[in-house]
């Protein structure tokens, strides 16, 4: 294995991280919500600031703010960001907070909408994730991939039960003040597989139940695929520079009706069509930000 892996150059950690972890590893409709475990948190920052170089930037402050204060005056936020790695929550999570004021404020108020894999396939993933408050959710792509007959009908009514109790912890957690953070393509990006990079179709149900919703691109990645995608912990540590951008606030209904007419009214699954938008517009401000970066 890599000398870079997570799994050996944080090796001196997974004592401490089993010892903080709650270990929700089993998700039910009853911990659909997990809340931040901030024991966890010190080492996630530690290791953003390891590898993020001292050059790393959260742009366009100003937006956050306006989210910020949208959230606050009682709309239903959501921010929608690329993925890249499990590096993605942490890293925006810490340049947040690094900024003070309104971005540590804006970053106490996220909660992920993350999928079940995290929690259940490794305790030390696990233990990473617990670092973020998180609503956890059974995801359409994981249900799809069961081909036994009689697994898939055990699963389908798992999914059901443990996906109406994240839309109603969703709710609950936004009338809080807090905005929701989703990964629109579900997965992360691996490169040469480009549909890895198509949005998720369920993402316009959950702009279609928010007021306002900010965009991030991301830029640089401390967290490269090993040879074998599916082993979380093989995945490679490395410095890079990493930059976000949020977009200008969006009207959610004005962004759903702007999509509609991206591509001509012949598009017939205008749904498919708003999640394709959102990450036209991604890639958009990715090249942008992608100038100069390393220069």
């Known amino acids: 294995m890599n000398p870079d892996s997570l799994a050996i150059r944080y090796k001196h950690l997974f004592p401490e991280l089993k010892r903080l972890s709650r270990a929700e590893n089993v998700i039910t409709e009853h911990n659909v919500l997990q809340p931040a ?11 953003c600031e390891e590898n993020m170089l001292p050059n790393s930037e ?6 956050a703010e306006t989210f910020l204060e949208g959230i606050k005056a009682g709309k ?18 810490y340049l947040l907070s690094r900024e003070g004021g309104i971005g540590k ?27 973020y408050s998180r609503i956890i959710i059974y995801p359409s792509r994981s249900l799809a991939s069961i081909t036994d007959p ?11 039960v443990i996906n109406m109790a ?17 990964f629109p393509s579900g997965t992360r990006y691996r490169p040469g597989k480009p ?25 640089g990645n401390c967290l490269r695929f090993s040879e074998d995608p599916a082993d979380m912990l093989g995945d490679v540590v490395c410095k890079d520079r990493i930059i976000m951008t949020a977009s200008p606030v969006y009207d959610c209904n004005q962004f759903r009706e702007e999509a509609r007419t991206w591509k001509g009214a012949e598009i017939e699954d205008k749904k498919q069509l708003v999640v394709d938008y959102v990450m036209h517009r991604l890639e958009t401000m990715h090249d942008e930000n992608e100038a100069g970066r390393l220069s």
């Open 37 to 47: 475990n901030m024991g966890i948190r010190t080492f996630m920052d530690a290791m």
């Open 58 to 63: 959260f742009r366009n402050m100003q937006h």
């Open 76 to 93: 239903r936020g959501i921010i929608l960001m690329e993925h890249y790695s499990n590096f993605d929550l942490p890293g925006i999570m």
């Open 105 to 131: 404020e804006l970053a106490d108020r996220i909660i992920a909408i993350a999928g079940m894999k995290l929690n259940e396939e490794n305790p030390f993933v696990s233990a990473f994730a617990e670092a």
């Open 150 to 160: 009689e697994k898939y009908k055990t699963e389908e009514q798992r999914s059901r």
């Open 166 to 182: 994240s839309m109603r912890a969703l709710d609950r957690v936004r009338k809080d003040g807090n905005a929701v953070l989703v």
């Open 195 to 219: 549909e890895t990079k198509k949005g998720v179709r369920e993402i316009d149900s959950y702009i279609r139940l928010s007021d306002i919703m900010m965009l991030v691109s991301i830029n």
